[in-house]
Every structure is written in structure tokens, then in C-alpha cells.
């Protein structure tokens, strides 16, 4: 996309050089939240840090392989760290899942976008 740009700068009008800007911007977000469950992951954190099994218990109807496989391309994209904690007295160590800082900006999207869902499910009636 950069590279067409670049290309047709000089045919682009200012507002459809923005516009295409708006879409790069756009993709690049949709690229690490894009997926069915993602959003409902992160959604399970906002109060406070979470282990597996309670974002398994939270979210009915995903499997324990693709929570993992959710995790793991949240944490890739810096949207959740793992947070590992050993116990000197038991020896075990337990791992909770947790917001980034840039995790923590996506509340306010998806407030919004949870607000749009169901304006347009009660338009729709």
C-alpha cells in the first residue's frame, strides 16, 4: 500500500492519499485483533490479570488449544504478556495472562464498539 502510494502521489488527491492512509491504519490494527475470539480474550482482562483456566471458564465455547494459539499471537503483538511467578515454599510456578499498555488502549475501542453492536442489533428489530 505504501509503495502504491509512493507510486501515484502526484495522481492521488490529498483527501484519497489520507483516505488510503485512514486503510493502512485500519489493516494494521484489524492484523492483530483480527480473529473471533481475540477481542473476547482481551476483554477477560481489563480488570485485572487472568490465568488460562479462568479465561477458559470465562469464555464458553473456545477451545483450550485456541485460547493458546489466541495468546500467543496477542503476546507476538505486544497486546498481552505472560507473567510468571515462582513460589520459593511449593516450587510451582503459575502463570498469569495481562494487558500491555497497549492492550490497556483497546478498552476504550471496544466500549464503543460493544455500544455500536447493540444499536445497530435494536435497529435491526
Known sequence: ??????????????????????????????????GKWKLAIVATMIKQPRRFNEIERLLQGITPRMISKELKELELNNVVEKI???????????????????????EKLMVQMAVWGQEHKESLK
Open 1 to 34: 500500500m505504501a509503495d502504491f502510494m509512493k507510486e501515484n502521489a502526484e495522481t492521488l488527491s490529498e483527501d484519497d492519499q489520507c483516505n488510503l492512509m485512514f486503510i493502512v491504519a485500519l489493516k494494521n490494527a484489524m492484523n492483530v485483533i483480527n
Open 84 to 106: 510468571e511467578s515462582h513460589d520459593e515454599t511449593t516450587g510451582k510456578t503459575t502463570s498469569m495472562y495481562d494487558l500491555t499498555s497497549s492492550g490497556r488502549r483497546l
